[in-house]
């Protein structure tokens, strides 16, 4: 019985977690997200910076070098329904490197993700396969 009653405290205890964790997810209307690294000297630098859009979507991430200059960056294009479409991958002079396409299964689950080159040749090609597993 202790163990039926442990177990289940252990299992609200994660779902509340869950819960505000997605909470959160909800709140990221317009925000930007700045990450800092402070070294030894005290000095704050840079590292990373995530925007969202409006809608609360991801719409750019950079990354930066501890001398605070760019490492790389992508944007992400979002269609209707809340699907990513392509996701732009920029290096350190904000060259484009290579971009990703998506598409999505009848269930709204990333079914291929297709990477080109910066002219728009094929480079490689990914399949997402879902399997649910009866126990």
């Known amino acids: ?5 442990v177990i289940t ?31 030894a000297r005290g000095h704050r630098i840079l590292d990373h910076q995530t925007i969202y859009s409006p809608d609360g979507q991801k719409i750019d991430e950079t990354e930066y070098y501890s001398n605070g200059k760019q490492k790389w960056r992508k944007k992400f294009e979002w269609a209707a329904g809340d699907r990513l479409v392509r996701e732009l991958v920029y290096d350190e002079r904000n060259r484009l490197v290579d971009y990703k396409r998506f598409e ?25 396969e879902y399997i649910t597993q009866d126990e």
């Not at 019985?1 to 009653?5: D, G």
């Not at 999505?104 to 910066?118: A, I, L, R, S, V």
């Open 104 to 128: 999505y299964n009848e269930f709204g689950k990333k079914k291929t993700q297709y990477t080109y080159d910066p002219k728009g040749k094929l480079i490689s090609t990914k399949v997402f």
């Open 9 to 39: 405290t252990l299992l609200i205890a994660c779902l509340s977690t869950a819960y505000a964790q997605d909470s959160q997810a909800l709140n990221k209307k317009n925000l930007v997200v700045k990450e800092w690294n402070t070294d």
């Open 1 to 5: 019985m202790k163990k039926l009653i």
